[in-house]
């Protein structure tokens, strides 16, 4: 069965790493926000050029920014898709919810790789060391965090109210974090 999968967790939590290993295991579409935006903002789009302002401050972009991005991409496709990075607000649930509604779709399931703040400082740290990226500074990573607790922490909720939310710990090893999230889509 094709799913509309939802991967939660804070930035550094691994989301887009299982995403992409869910994606390539199951077939399903992997749409990242984060890495739609960084081609955005990489082939020099109005999109980008307005992304990467908000970007580099750790704030979200505008809902109707991401939502319209979105949009296109899942209007694109009939395959089972994991969405990574988004919603990211409860107002963008419920635009996805509209927006799948009327398509006479749904969304399957939200899985939550839960990481706590110092871990997801200390991943955030190592990556910057590593990757360079400059969106990945001890205040960009506060902020981040704070972004994270009062806009996206509420999705949490909002998917556990609809009984689509399952809770998976992302302080594991990454095999055991996988291995539990194909265990959760393959059901």
């Known amino acids: 069965m094709l799913q509309k999968l939802i991967l939660l967790g804070p930035p550094g939590s691994g989301k887009g790493t299982q995403a992409k290993r869910l994606a390539e295991k199951f077939g399903y579409l992997h749409l990242s926000t984060g890495d739609l935006l960084r ?4 082939n020099g789009t109005e999109l980008g050029a307005q992304a990467k302002t908000i970007m580099e401050k750790g704030d979200l972009v505008p809902d109707d920014l991401i939502v319209a991005m979105i949009k296109s ?12 990075g988004f919603p990211r607000t409860v107002t963008q649930a419920e635009s996805l919810d509209k927006m799948l509604a009327d398509a006479g779709q749904g969304i399957d399931r939200a899985l939550l790789v839960d990481v706590s703040d110092a871990e997801v400082t200390t991943r955030l740290l190592g990556r910057a060391r590593i990757e360079g990226r400059a969106d990945d500074t ?6 981040r965090l704070g972004v994270y607790k009062q ?4 999705i949490v909720d909002y998917y556990s109210g609809k009984g689509l939310l399952t809770k998976v710990n992302g302080e594991q090893e990454i095999e055991k974090v996988f291995a539990d999230l194909e265990a959760i889509v393959a059901g």
Do not use: W
């Open 39 to 42: 081609e955005e903002v990489k």
């Open 73 to 84: 991409r899942l209007s694109a496709t009939d395959d089972g898709v994991i969405l990574d």
């Open 138 to 143: 001890p205040e960009v990573i506060s902020n």
């Open 151 to 154: 806009q996206t922490e509420p």
